[in-house]
């Protein structure tokens, strides 16, 4: 008997797509349980189609996603649902705001949704809060792929390395709750630490000499320079926002699993994994308390080792790739054991098949912004160069 086929799709190769769905998927493929075959949107052709038992849909908002969800609908196909960001209620601070904040995003979003069977997200309030749409949903954790890298703690360096690694987004959060402590630690610490910044450029780079490096968009690359690095700190804050609790506690699995020791906003989703001075350590959005909580780690470093000991531990045990992998097959029998009736290329009706990425994107800006699309593009642009 052949083996379940499963297809993932994302209009790019994110690090959603990359360590949610398929990184778990090959796995689980590796074990000869399915056979997995990713691709992006716009080069999914009829083959892809046909070998599809199962079609997972990575935040899925374009309108060629939704007719796709439609095709594979009708013909059978179990489709499944992957949430990690709550993007119909983006808060306006993030990068991609001008984009989902679009009625027709929003509405294509939803529309998504309501042609898959299964939801399978990261987040237990993202479970809650969109379940109804669908037949069976699951709240499963993502793997810390970085905790196969070798990684020995047995002392803390001379010069303590404190970092923080994200995209533009967190632009905002940093400039806003970490400037005054960083320059209030440097003051004092600044013969003992070290800042660098993977990712975002911090305005207050020009005052204090803390270290900007660009970020790698390819997952390997990322991994690679985060290993590199050898912090002892992790920085991770997060606003209390109804659409930042239903977020991923990405930043602790990627600090845990290098045995870096995570200050964190004391806010969803942090609190629901970390335990405050065993396996990191909480603090309000308060200049005062980041400045101690950083100060404490800064002047005990045997505190600070053992949480970098603990956190390499608890990560490596709970959120390895085999035990995650079991997880989603344990919530997705469908994965391995679901058979869609079997077709042929001229039963599938799709036209998205090889299109260009950006001329894709431009047309459907225009689609959904009509005259105001010159403005919504020169709005993004800008935006890009402030970064």
């Not at 778990?24 to 997995?36: A, D, H, S, T, V």
């Not at 969800?69 to 013909?75: G, N, S």
Request: hydrophobic share 40%; charged share 25%.
């Amino acid at each position: 008997m052949r083996k379940t086929r499963v297809l993932a799709l994302c209009l790019s190769t994110i690090p959603s797509a990359t360590v949610g769905v398929i990184k778990p998927l090959q796995e689980i493929e590796k074990r000869g349980l399915l056979e997995f075959r990713f691709k992006e949107s716009l080069k999914v052709n009829k083959s892809d189609i046909v070998f599809a038992d199962v079609v997972i849909f990575i935040r899925g908002s374009e309108d060629l996603e939704l007719d796709l969800a439609k095709e594979c609908r009708k013909l059978h196909k179990y489709n499944i649902y992957f949430l990690d960001d709550d993007l119909p209620n983006i808060t306006e601070t993030s990068n991609s705001y001008i984009y989902y904040s679009n009625k027709v995003v929003q509405n294509n979003i939803l529309s998504i949704m309501k042609q898959c069977d299964g939801l399978w997200t990261t987040n237990l309030l993202l479970l809650d809060k969109y379940k109804c749409f669908f037949q069976k949903a699951s709240k499963l954790d993502a793997p810390a792929l970085l905790a196969d890298m070798d990684i020995n703690i047995d002392k803390i360096q001379d010069k303590i390395k404190i970092g923080f690694a994200g995209g533009l987004d967190h632009k905002y959060f940093i400039d806003t709750f970490l400037e005054a402590p960083i320059k209030d630690i440097y003051d004092r610490f600044s013969d003992r630490i070290e800042f660098q910044f993977f990712g975002v450029k911090p305005s207050f780079h020009v005052d204090y000499p803390v270290i900007y490096l660009p970020y790698e968009t390819l997952h390997d690359k990322y991994s690679e320079r985060m290993h590199s690095l050898k912090w002892d700190i992790g920085l991770a804050p997060l606003p209390q926002t109804d659409f930042h609790a239903c977020k991923y506690f990405n930043k602790f699995l990627e600090y845990g699993a290098l045995g870096i020791a995570g200050v964190y906003s004391n806010v969803e989703p942090y609190k629901r994994i970390v335990v405050n001075n065993i396996n990191g350590m909480l603090t309000d959005n308060d200049k005062h308390q980041w400045i101690n909580a950083i100060s404490y780690l800064i002047q005990n470093p045997n505190h600070l080792l053992r949480i970098k000991n603990n956190v390499l531990k608890q990560v490596r045990e709970q959120f390895n790739l085999t035990t995650i992998s079991n997880d989603v097959c344990r919530a997705f029998p469908e994965l391995t054991e679901y058979k869609a009736p079997s077709i042929l290329e001229q039963d599938v009706c799709i036209s998205c098949c090889n299109k260009n990425y950006w001329a894709y994107k431009l047309i459907n800006l225009i689609k959904r912004e009509g005259l105001n699309s010159a403005k919504v593009l020169l709005q993004k642009i800008l935006e890009k160069a402030r970064h």
